[in-house]
């Protein structure tokens, strides 16, 4: 598939701005700890207290909105990319 990059000016984000996303996994010891780690790599200035934990109603899965400081569109790229593949998220929005 080829997917040409979306030019500056064709762009519906203004960086660099506070941009939240939504993370799930399975309600584990490390999760939270984990997409935090993954946070920072991103955003050094990230503050971990700035995370909602929202657990599903069987407590089986924990949903997390991380709302990280965006400065590119390659950036936010690279951090769905890397949550995506990581172990423990199931899912990213």
């Known amino acids: 598939m080829n997917v040409r990059p ?3 000016e064709e762009s519906l984000i203004e960086y ?9 996994g399975a309600h584990v010891e490390g999760f939270a700890e984990a997409v ?3 946070a920072r790599q991103f955003d050094p200035g990230f503050d971990p207290a700035t995370v ?9 899965y ?8 965006a400065t ?15 172990p423990m998220v199931k899912i990213v929005l």
């Open 16 to 24: 660099p701005c506070d941009f939240p996303i939504k993370v799930m």
């Open 36 to 38: 935090v780690h993954v």
């Open 72 to 86: 590119s569109r390659t950036q936010l790229d690279e951090l769905y990319r890397t949550l995506s593949t990581h």
């Open 62 to 69: 924990l949903g997390l909105t991380i709302t990280v400081r």
């Open 52 to 60: 909602e934990h929202r657990p599903s109603k069987g407590g089986n």
């Open 6 to 8: 979306i030019p500056p």
